[in-house]
T-cell receptor, first 108, second 115 residues
Framework: GIQVEQSPPDLILQEGANSTLRCNFS?????LQWFHQNPWGQLINLFY???GTKQNGRLSATTVATERYSLLYISSSQTTDSGVYFC??????????FGSGTKLNVKP | NAGVTQTPKFQVLKTGQSMTLQCAQD?????MYWYRQDPGMGLRLIYY???????DKGEVPNGYNVSRLNKREFSLRLESAAPSQTSVYFC??????????????FGPGTRLTVL
């Protein structure tokens, strides 16, 4: 099946800093999603981004499908951005493989 | 709208006991999913249902059964719980399950411990 790898595994930021999270996938995909899991465990879908760039407030994502990677940018980070960020790629319609995540800690 | 709800929130079982995790959604979604999340890991798909009456195995189906009772409800059953099934279980739903642009909405999770 498809391999989904995320880096870095852990990231500590000072509030206000910017960061880039990376997701590599081993096969071509037609659907790449980013999720945020907050410290209380709730999972929220951030982006559906099979290719190109999308922005939502301080977050943006870019997927380069031909090179099999996606990037999640967080600008002007806030403590509420803390949690774990997952990317997920499908191997059959809506059956997804998740990466192991990037754990982000934003310090005030 | 409550979105995706799961019961119970917490459960402790002894090895060999059985239990059913319940999931319901009120968004009129066709597709529903069960995932498990082990410490420090991403989510792994257990079972998937594209529509009422249909189910399909995911990445880690062994030891589990599912039932899509109707469009709203998708239950996960552990017939004989094992310590390896200690995990946090998430239910999710999405509108169609047939098209790429299909956001998944997650429930709050059930934390299960098997002793």
């Amino acid at each position: 099946g498809i391999q989904v790898e995320q880096s870095p595994p852990d990231l500590i930021l000072q509030e206000g800093a910017n960061s880039t999270l990376r997701c590599n996938f081993s096969d071509s995909v037609n659907n790449l999603q980013w999720f945020h899991q907050n410290p209380w465990g709730q999972l929220i879908n951030l982006f559906y981004i099979p290719s190109g760039t999308k922005q939502n407030g301080r977050l943006s994502a870019t997927t380069v499908a031909t090179e099999r990677y996606s990037l999640l940018y967080i600008s002007s980070s806030q403590t509420t951005d803390s949690g774990v960020y997952f990317c997920a790629a499908p191997y059959n319609f809506n059956k997804f493989y998740f990466g192991s995540g990037t754990k982000l800690n934003v310090k005030p | 709208n409550a979105g995706v709800t799961q019961t119970p929130k917490f459960q402790v079982l002894k090895t060999g006991q059985s239990m059913t995790l319940q999931c319901a959604q009120d968004m009129n979604h066709n597709s529903m999913y069960w995932y498990r999340q082990d410490p420090g890991m991403g989510l792994r798909l257990i079972y998937y249902s594209a529509s009422e009456g249909t189910t399909d195995k995911g990445e880690v189906p062994n030891g589990y059964n599912v039932s899509r009772l109707n469009k709203r409800e998708f239950s996960l059953r552990l017939e004989s719980a094992a310590p390896s099934q200690t995990s946090v279980y998430f239910c999710a739903s999405s509108l169609t399950g047939l098209f790429e642009a299909d956001t998944q909405y997650f429930g709050p999770g059930t934390r299960l411990t098997v002793l």
